[in-house]
T-cell receptor, first 110, second 117 residues
Framework: DAKTTQPPSMDCAEGRAANLPCNHSTISGNEYVYWYRQIHSQGPQYIIHGLKNNETNEMASLIITEDRKSSTLILPHATLRDTAVYYCILGYPTGNQFYFGTGTSLTVIP | EPEVTQTPSHQVTQMGQEVILRCVPI?????FYWYRQILGQKVEFLVS????????KSEIFDDQFSVERPDGSNFTLKIRSTKLEDSAMYFC???????????????FGSGTQLSVL
């Protein structure tokens, strides 16, 4: 079962940064934090993942607290196409099935 | 970018009929998964498959369900006798070469919408 807690919904103004929080206080030492998103009923789309260091790619940045009990996904300049449900998931990088929670429904407002 | 392909995109069947949902995972991947999502609900894990056998399955994956990798490229989910409550979007996923590297992640297909009438 999902071991993360996320707010059910958030709004963000177009062009502004969207900061999506996730609590994972029971994370174990080798578990990674993964972020996926789902637009309408499409297949979940990978965004980013990390172990303990902050990570950045072309889509987003991931900030993980030093104690690893929480993290924040940052979409630096949100667009309308970023409106989706965002899932924070704990997992291992090898052959590990992911358990999805209910995620955060992000609405980007024009 | 490589992608997971699922066919058909929509499947309509009568209650009690057998259905097979098909997936072509990314070619060098070793781990395969099926998930489902009932309308308005969360994405639920069904089963994982590695080295030609089931590695883990959820409570949802009962005797009515089976998976197979028949020819080294396809990965199928069979539902023997469909029920109304099997109506859902079914997602196939695959992940990498088992190297345990930081780069491994699940890639999902676009799903098959199954409607049981």
């Amino acid at each position: 079962d999902a071991k993360t807690t996320q707010p059910p919904s958030m709004d963000c103004a177009e062009g502004r940064a969207a900061n999506l929080p996730c609590n994972h206080s029971t994370i174990s030492g080798n578990e990674y934090v993964y972020w996926y998103r789902q637009i309408h009923s499409q297949g979940p789309q990978y965004i980013i993942h990390g172990l303990k260091n902050n990570e950045t790619n072309e889509m987003a940045s991931l900030i993980i607290t030093e104690d690893r009990k929480s993290s924040t996904l940052i979409l630096p300049h949100a667009t309308l196409r970023d409106t989706a449900v965002y899932y924070c998931i704990l997992g291992y990088p090898t052959g590990n099935q992911f358990y999805f929670g209910t995620g955060t429904s992000l609405t980007v407002i024009p | 970018e490589p992608e997971v392909t699922q066919t058909p995109s929509h499947q309509v069947t009568q209650m009690g009929q057998e259905v097979i949902l098909r997936c072509v995972p990314i070619s060098n991947h070793l781990y395969f998964y099926w998930y489902r999502q009932i309308l308005g609900q969360k994405v639920e894990f069904l089963v994982s498959f590695y080295n030609n056998e089931i590695s883990e399955k959820s409570e949802i994956f009962d005797d009515q369900f089976s998976v197979e990798r028949p020819d080294g490229s396809n990965f199928t989910l069979k539902i023997r006798s469909t029920k109304l409550e099997d109506s859902a979007m079914y997602f196939c996923a695959s992940s990498g070469g088992g190297t345990g590297t930081k780069e491994e992640k699940l890639f999902f297909g676009s799903g098959t919408q199954l409607s049981v009438l």
